[in-house]
């Protein structure tokens, strides 16, 4: 604003024809007077410096509106090959194993999806498609499925997609892939409350109680509540508020994990899809935040991957490619942690869970990181493409499957290790083969 052809064209069509009425107000003359040039010079002077102090102030607004459309952007810098390792204690306050109930009605094969509330931890395993309620000391409650509802010839692979749960209620919305259109609502007590129609979303989960964020297969283009995007926020009922993010199109999808993550009370949802390096983290109002990584350059997708110039030539590029980052995934935040995991092609690196401190912005690799005395060096991990499956706003859910724990258990027996009466218990009466057990981490504070 220091230019002086912008403010002498300010003056002129602006402050020049409003002196008359200021000069009026503070200095009242006669009309047949001759108002001094010299309070002429000094009310425009005095309204230059106005108007410039309004512009400047108009700026910082445009600035501050930009900002809560677009969210708070967040750049973090990490390279998955110099990640560090550490011990259980070096990062966690404790590593708490919960057995869950065996009985005819219970037992399933492994956790495809856990969804943790006050109450109850909700497990989807697609090998017996059922969803499992347990109760957070391990017993079991109930089982959800779909079968009387639904025929389901294959029910591994075409029954149950998906499932949420309002956390206000304890209710469950699930999806099938024999009827992508609708969306089943059931009580916790397996009772179905309602059937809802959609558009076959992609993806759905939690922001809050009253919202939803629901990834659209297309672009949402509804002129008259102007809705723009494919990726939506909605209300308890899942009626469309607010459009975002336009679709990115291509000739080669690939996916891996979940892209849509959720942490329990947490009142945010984060959205990740391949092809693309940021995270963005919803709120009831729409994006209010988007995480940028940056990785080497030997291990990022080129600028112009989505451009025609690669049109037909992805799925061959990431084939000779295989240390290429294609995607980021099951991604939470709890206190100063960013836990999530980084996707490629390498059969040895297929999934890489890192966890990366936010203050100190050092990052972890979630592989490296051992079993010490503080959790009587039992594992925490299933296996490498084992993700973490939940979170809340003070700790992070795993599983390990029975095996795991009974052969760690027999192969330190000669360590005096201190196991809690629910862990002894667990070994006196469980076997290799009864079900996994979840396991909940509590990060440090500092």
């Known amino acids: ?22 000069l009026d107000l503070f200095f009242p003359q006669k009309e047949d007077s001759n108002r001094s040039l010299d309070y002429l010079i000094i009310a425009e002077s005095i309204l230059k410096r106005k108007v410039m102090i309004r512009v400047f102030y108009m700026l910082i607004l445009y600035v501050i509106v930009i900002n809560m459309a677009v969210g708070q952007v967040n750049t973090i810098r990490i390279d998955p090959e110099n990640a560090k390792g550490a011990g259980v204690s070096q990062l966690f306050d404790s590593v708490e194993y919960i057995p869950l109930e065996n009985s005819p009605e219970s037992e399933f094969g492994r956790v495809d999806k856990l969804f943790v509330t006050s109450d109850f931890f909700y497990i989807l395993d697609h090998s017996t498609d059922a969803i499992y309620l347990f109760k957070k000391n391990g017993q079991f409650f109930n089982k959800v499925e779909l079968v009387h509802w639904i025929k389901t010839p294959n029910r591994q692979e075409l029954g149950i997609r998906d499932f949420m749960v309002n ?12 009827k992508q259109g609708n969306l089943y609502f059931f009580s916790p007590k397996g009772v179905l409350l309602k059937v809802l129609k959609h558009n076959s979303w992609l993806s759905y989960g939690n922001i809050d109680d009253s919202h939803y964020l629901v990834e659209s297969m297309d672009d949402i283009k509804d002129t008259i509540n102007n809705i723009f995007g494919s990726c939506i926020v909605t209300d308890s009922s899942f009626t469309l508020k607010k459009g975002f993010l336009k679709e990115l199109h291509s000739d080669f999808n690939i996916t891996a994990g979940s892209n849509l993550m959720h942490a329990s009370n947490s009142k945010s949802a984060i959205y990740t899809r391949s092809f693309d390096y940021n995270a963005y983290v919803f709120g009831a109002e729409g994006l209010k935040e988007t995480i940028k990584f940056i990785f080497p350059y030997s291990y990022s997708l080129p600028s112009d991957f989505l451009d025609s110039v ?42 890489v869970p890192l966890l990366y401190d936010l203050r100190t912005k050092v990052c972890y690799d979630l592989g490296k990181i051992s079993p010490d005395s503080s959790n009587n060096f039992l594992p925490f991990l299933g296996d490498q493409t084992i993700r973490v499956l939940a979170a809340d706003t003070s700790s992070f859910y795993l599983s390990v499957p029975s095996y795991k724990l009974f052969k760690s258990f027999n192969d330190n027996k000669k360590r005096s290790n201190n196991y809690s009466q629910r862990m002894l218990k667990y070994f006196a009466s469980q076997t290799s083969r009864s079900n996994p057990v979840i396991v909940r981490i509590i990060p440090k504070r500092n």
């Open 310 to 351: 690669y049109s037909h030539k992805r799925a061959d590029y990431l084939s000779q490619n295989r240390n290429v980052i294609y995607s980021i995934s099951d991604i939470y935040r709890v206190q100063n942690l960013l836990l999530f995991d980084v996707n490629r092609r390498n059969p040895s690196r297929l999934h």
């Open 167 to 178: 956390e206000l209620t304890g209710n469950l919305i699930v999806s099938h892939w024999q």
């Open 1 to 22: 604003m220091n230019n002086p052809s912008i403010c002498n064209a300010l003056c002129f069509f602006i402050i020049r024809p409003r002196v008359a009425k200021v």
